[in-house]
């Protein structure tokens, strides 16, 4: 992994990714920062990361082993990732995902505002009726 990494390469690193859920918790969207990308906690484990691609696994599948400095192994994963076809987030936990994703940007009223517009797409006649309410103004 790059030293000097930017929070939109942040993005695009399964080790960055890996490194900031471990250290932090589930990632959001500050969790891609600049700063964050920078982190000194941040930089020291993702360097310690290896990502290996195993063609045996399905595409929505992951594993994942971690190697303590003392040599024990633990291991976990998933056959289908959260949120995929086979393991599809509710409408609640969309919802709370669409929230977290633009609560920097728009107010928790254009947030609802928009989410029950989306909620009645197909009454919609014209796609255009929806656009004002995703603007960041909302």
């Given at each position: 992994?790059?030293?000097?990494?930017?929070?939109?390469?942040g993005r695009l690193s399964a080790q960055?990714?890996?490194a900031v859920t471990l250290l932090f918790?589930?990632?959001?969207?500050?969790?891609?920062?600049?700063?964050?990308?920078q982190d000194p906690k941040v930089r020291a484990l993702r360097r310690k990361i290896v990502v290996r691609a195993d063609p045996a696994l399905d595409v929505e599948a992951a594993r994942v082993t971690l190697r303590t400095v003392d040599g024990r192994e633990h291991a976990t994963g998933v056959d289908h990732a959260r949120g995929g076809l086979e393991r599809p987030l509710t409408d609640m936990e969309l919802e709370r995902k669409f929230e977290r994703l633009v609560s920097s940007q728009m107010s928790h009223h254009a947030q609802r505002a928009l989410v029950d517009r989306i909620w009645t797409l197909e009454h919609v006649v014209n796609v255009a009726e929806i656009l004002p309410l995703a603007s960041p103004g909302g």
């Amino acid at each position: 992994t790059a030293t000097r990494m930017s929070g939109g390469c942040g993005r695009l690193s399964a080790q960055h990714a890996a490194a900031v859920t471990l250290l932090f918790g589930e990632p959001g969207l500050p969790a891609f920062s600049d700063a964050r990308v920078q982190d000194p906690k941040v930089r020291a484990l993702r360097r310690k990361i290896v990502v290996r691609a195993d063609p045996a696994l399905d595409v929505e599948a992951a594993r994942v082993t971690l190697r303590t400095v003392d040599g024990r192994e633990h291991a976990t994963g998933v056959d289908h990732a959260r949120g995929g076809l086979e393991r599809p987030l509710t409408d609640m936990e969309l919802e709370r995902k669409f929230e977290r994703l633009v609560s920097s940007q728009m107010s928790h009223h254009a947030q609802r505002a928009l989410v029950d517009r989306i909620w009645t797409l197909e009454h919609v006649v014209n796609v255009a009726e929806i656009l004002p309410l995703a603007s960041p103004g909302g």
